[in-house]
């Protein structure tokens, strides 16, 4: 089982639709969860993190926890095309000194 | 600015060659770090350094080498013992304080031909 799972897509929602990006993680001591966003041939930029259980908004990103469940989600409200990117999770757990895992991300496609 | 400075964007190396991969930060942060990433798949640590003088191996380290002789430098050597080097290499910083976010670079793409 990998640390960090999400589906690689390509997730395709037309514009003005609401994306839906999942991610699971394995190790129960992971604390600290971070959603960046990677246009193609750039690197990655922080969208928003999250730490404790429930929904944290910030204008169109919303990125909902249960760690319970051990799952982590980012919703995109009102996509846009300029939100076509690859989006990556990123776990940070104690457990292994700190260090953040990524999963290998979600390809998202807003059709005009 | 603040930020990071990764050079050269592009590099072509033959077989066989050591190349260095440059990486400076004026963020004053204590953590750097070195990603790799390959197409279609997420970042996979390399080497990191949490203070000037120390560095630590991450989950792929073979083939490549660090130094961190200065708070604002990290560079990265790709060794000709790295069976497959062609990838896309990122230097990252992390805060001191505060949400401890990762702020990239741009990004090293080195090819082997």
New interface residues.
């Given amino acids: 089982q990998k640390e960090v799972e999400q589906n690689s897509g390509p997730l395709s929602v037309p514009e003005g639709a609401i994306a839906s990006l999942n991610c699971t993680y394995s190790d129960r001591g992971s604390q600290s969860f971070f959603w960046y966003r990677q246009y193609s041939g750039k690197s990655p930029e922080l969208i928003m993190f999250i730490y404790s259980n429930g929904d944290k908004e910030d204008g169109r990103f919303t990125a909902q926890l249960n760690k319970a469940s051990q799952y982590v989600s980012l919703l995109i409200r009102d996509s846009q095309p300029s939100d076509s990117a690859t989006y990556l999770c990123a776990v940070r757990s104690y457990n292994q000194g700190g260090k953040l895992i990524f999963g290998q991300g979600t390809e998202l496609s807003v059709k005009p | 600015d603040g930020g990071i400075t990764q050079s050269p964007k592009y590099l072509f190396r033959k077989e066989g060659q050591n190349v260095t991969l440059s990486c400076e930060q004026n963020l004053n942060h204590d953590a750097m770090?070195w990603?790799r990433q390959d197409p279609?798949?997420?970042?996979?640590?390399i080497y990191?350094s949490q203070i000037v003088n120390d560095f630590q191996k991450?989950d792929i380290a073979e083939g490549y080498s660090v130094s961190r002789e200065k708070k604002e430098s990290f560079p990265l050597t790709v060794t000709s013992a790295q069976k497959n080097p062609t990838a896309f290499y990122?230097c990252a910083s992390k805060g001191n304080s505060g949400?401890?976010?990762?702020?990239?670079?741009?990004?090293s793409r080195l090819t082997v031909l």
């Avoid at chain 2, 279609?40 to 640590?45: E, I, P, S, V």
């Avoid at chain 2, 949400?99 to 990004?107: D, E, H, P, Q, S």
């Fill in positions: 770090y990603y279609g798949q997420g970042l996979r640590l990191y991450g990122l949400a401890n976010v990762l702020t990239f670079g741009a990004g």
